[in-house]
């Protein structure tokens, strides 16, 4: 009777112990992830009991709650949303949330760690709880200056300050009115919801940062080029076998280059005309010597395969493995089954334009109470170190070649020194290419470094290459930081 006594009370103990541990670790450790996790509804529901914090942009509220007459108190209200679509996102009854509103929703709401003391003391002294306010990295100039030269293409911009990792634009379109989603009808909101996502493209995709992510085409280029530098065997007076095309290894397949014949003629190219004229054999021929490993040690440094959070969680960009050696001197132009985000395109870039330092890109500049009190500044922070800083000067030196002479001319900027580089990606037989630019200015002492994609060709089909089409989108983008 002894014995059966104790085997109960020990699993009667065991189970105490569980539900200890069970309760303990959901207190402590998960309850962040749980108040920021989406479809929590009853997290919403109790932001609507208290006002929400403001989404600012130069200290102007570009989100924020207002009195409402009904059981919800409050009411999200967005100004400009179309323009800003791609950064806050939306707050939601029934279909959850997204961009700023979902990444820093318990901040917003006032159920961060950070607030609890705050709040504590308006329930003692007979205050209102309310939630904290997230101060942006976007300049409002340069957002609307992306917005505009983006136009009506499908596509994204995005512009980041090299020395900081400052997000100064992202731009996503098609974009929509997050006001649209702020109803406290939830079946007029899912009306709105399903609608939005049944369009085609759907703007509630965010292109700069995720999504279907694009074919890089030749601004890949500056992927391997990094690699090959880094790699201590080349520089820009390597030179490579330079025929007018080539067969792919174990295949029937050519490559060419995009203007046809050789590489700017000779029987040899060197590395630094390769760039400029956005050669695709001679990179074909360098991806080969220098290996997968090689490449893919260089695009995890700038951040490939890295959910990357600016705080929103950015589709990893992809340089997968390859089958054949066939498969690597595609990948070496772009081509293959590369894929990236228009955000890590920006990294590539401002990591060069840093003297081959990539800062981790951010979209919040301060967290501030009700009453402006700082919670949280925003303090740089290094994402990693590719390159040398003699090695990302040799790469300026060969983007500004492709600005001021080479594929990229339609950047250039009068009195001002521009790197840059184009991408025309193709996405298969009869399919529309995707067209590209990045680069940053001034290229000797760079305040930004952007990158631009317009899928769709855009609507040129396969007549479109990135200068005529991306090229000047950035140009006016770098415009709006360098004439402040």
């Given amino acids: 009777m002894n014995r059966q006594l104790r085997g ?6 065991l189970m105490f112990v569980a539900l200890f541990v069970s309760t303990t670790s959901i207190q402590f450790f998960a309850s962040d992830s749980l108040r920021a996790d989406a479809r929590n509804s009853r997290t919403i529901l109790d932001s609507y009991s208290t006002k929400r914090g403001a989404i600012l942009v130069n200290g102007s509220p570009i989100a924020e709650s207002t009195p409402s007459d009904d059981q919800y108190q409050y009411q999200r209200k967005y100004t400009n949303g179309a323009l800003y679509s791609a950064v ?5 009854i029934g279909q959850g949330n997204a961009g700023i509103e979902s990444a820093e929703n318990a901040v917003l709401s006032g159920n961060s760690d950070a607030s609890f003391f705050q709040n504590l003391n308006a329930i003692l002294t007979g205050q209102d709880v309310q939630g904290d306010n997230v101060n942006l990295t976007i300049d409002p100039d340069v957002q609307q200056a992306a917005y505009d030269a983006l136009g009506q293409n499908t596509g994204a911009v995005v512009a980041i300050q090299p020395k900081t990792g400052k997000i100064l634009a992202m731009v996503s379109k098609p974009d929509y009115d997050p006001n649209a989603l702020t109803s406290h009808d ?3 909101v899912k009306q709105q919801y399903d609608a939005l996502l049944a369009q085609s493209p759907t703007p509630l995709q965010n292109r700069a940062i995720g999504g279907d992510l694009y074919t890089p085409g030749s601004v890949f280029k500056l992927v391997v080029a990094s690699a090959a530098l880094k790699d201590g065997k080349y520089d820009l007076d390597s030179e490579f076998p330079n025929p007018s095309r080539l067969q792919l290894p174990g295949t029937s397949t050519y490559i060419n280059n995009a203007e046809g014949g050789s590489c700017g003629g000779g029987d040899t190219v060197k590395l630094r005309t390769a760039i400029q004229y956005s050669c695709n054999i001679p990179f074909a021929e360098l991806g080969q010597k220098l290996g997968y490993d090689e490449i893919k040690s260089m695009a995890d440094e700038y951040g490939f395969g890295d959910q990357i959070e600016v705080p929103m969680k950015a589709t990893a960009s ?4 390859v089958d054949s050696t066939a498969q690597l001197m595609l ?6 089954s590369v894929r990236v985000s228009p955000l890590q395109m920006a990294m590539v870039s401002a990591g060069i334009a840093n003297g081959g330092k990539v800062m ?16 949280e500044s925003f303090s740089p922070k290094q994402y990693s170190d590719p390159l040398s800083a003699s090695e990302s000067a040799d790469l300026t030196e060969a983007m500004q070649s492709v600005v001021n002479a080479g594929t990229g001319t339609n950047a250039k900027i009068d009195g001002v020194d521009v790197a840059g580089k184009t991408g025309t990606a193709e996405g298969g037989t009869g399919s529309p290419y995707t067209l590209w630019f990045t680069g940053f200015a001034p290229a000797k002492d760079p305040e930004v470094a952007v990158a631009v994609v317009v899928g769709n060709g855009g609507g040129l089909g396969q007549s479109g290459v ?5 090229a000047p989108v950035a140009k ?9």
Avoid: H
């Fill in 466 to 470: 990135g200068n005529t089409v991306a």
């Fill in 331 to 336: 990948s070496a132009f772009g081509q293959a």
């Fill in 476 to 484: 006016k983008v770098m415009e709006a930081v360098l004439n402040k």
């Fill in 318 to 321: 992809q340089y997968p493995d």
């Fill in 360 to 375: 981790q890109p951010s979209l919040v500049d301060s967290i501030t109470t009700s009453d402006l009190k700082t919670v």
């Fill in 8 to 13: 109960v009370s020990t699993v009667i103990v």
């Fill in 186 to 188: 939830t079946a007029a």
């Fill in 88 to 92: 806050t996102g939306y707050f939601t």
